[in-house]
């Protein structure tokens, strides 16, 4: 009885195909969840996993059934398994590849409509981590820079442009201190951009992309670093000029010539065409400035576009 039991355990039987299979399944899975829970893995190190993986699997198996197999079930299921694990490794990239196309589509998807405003595709946020990024950092642009408008437009700053206008509401200029006050508001919201754009820097220097895609979705996140803040030089330079216009129109020493400014001190006057030619000039940068950034944005846009035409995402 002994004997027929343990020749019965030298012949293939059916464990070692169970345990192969079983093995088998669990790498398929391991690599179609991998990417959900691990960060995008250069292919190497994916191939390296699978094998690795694999021969553990074959090491589990071995000791609960396949080693009371023959020698070549065992060496062949080892082989299987190892097969398997490349396979799995090489579904796992796919994977990858699939997510990262769908994150840097955001990207080649942007379009601009009036007034250099950035319209993204529909479901950017949810096409990844860098997707999701770039959209809440287009967001909150759109809402700083409206904040900013607000702000400054309750000051009543508008007035200052008109002797009829601020006869009628004077109030503006009791609020030349609240305007000086205005580039804190600015300063803050540039630290905030700061601050995206170094999160997005981080996000992409720990992604797989190639280096191409990578530049050009760092130029539409951002202007790079070390450009300076063309935004925040013309906000405070126009906080500087309007906060300056109304403290000279805050003397009352202007008086409504036909509704223009007409003053009796003539140095008051060319301090007055002085600002006003400033404010005008800085007024007129404000659509420059949104025209090269939106250059810039169209530049990084074509980088990912020509990227994602020809690029498998192998991590190059």
């Known amino acids: 009885m002994d004997d027929i039991e343990e020749a019965g355990r030298q012949t293939p039987y059916d464990h070692p195909v169970i345990a192969t299979l079983a093995g088998a399944a669990i790498l398929v899975l391991g690599a179609l969840l991998a990417p959900r829970f691990v960060p995008q893995q250069p292919l190497g190190t994916l191939i390296g996993a699978g094998l690795g993986l694999a021969l553990l699997l074959w090491a589990i198996g071995f000791v609960a059934t396949t080693r ?41 998807e942007v379009e601009f409509g009036p ?40 000051l009543g700053v508008a007035n200052l442009t008109s002797p009829y206008l601020l006869e009628q509401d004077p109030k503006a200029l009791s609020q030349c201190d609240a305007v000086k006050a205005m580039a804190t508001l600015a ?36 202007p790079p670093a070390g450009t300076g803040d063309p935004r925040l030089d013309n906000q405070l330079a ?61 530049r990084g846009r074509d980088m990912v576009r020509d990227v994602l035409s020809k690029s498998i995402f192998a991590g190059s």
């Open 68 to 108: 009371y197999s023959t020698l070549p079930w065992k060496l062949g299921s080892l082989a299987l398994l190892l097969v398997a694990g490349a396979v799995a490794a090489t579904i796992a990239h796919g994977q990858y590849e699939t997510l990262s196309r769908a994150d840097a589509s955001s990207f080649a």
């Open 187 to 222: 300063q803050s919201q540039a630290a905030a951009r700061v601050q995206r754009n170094e999160a997005m820097a981080d996000a992409l220097a720990k992604a797989n992309l190639p280096a191409k895609a990578k530049e050009g979705i760092g130029l539409m996140a951002g």
């Open 115 to 154: 007034g250099s405003n950035v319209k993204l595709p529909a479901g950017a946020p949810a096409r990844g981590p860098l997707s999701k990024r770039f959209a809440e950092g287009v967001a909150a642009d759109a809402q700083a820079q409206r904040d900013f408008g607000t702000a400054f437009g309750r």
């Open 238 to 298: 126009m906080v500087a000029a309007t906060s300056d216009l109304c403290a000279l129109l805050a003397k009352r020493g202007w008086f409504n010539n036909g509704g223009y400014f007409g003053f009796r001190n003539g140095a008051d006057e060319t301090r007055f065409r002085a600002l006003s030619k400033a404010r005008m000039e800085l007024t007129g940068q404000v659509e420059a400035i949104e025209r090269a950034s939106q250059e810039r944005m169209a």
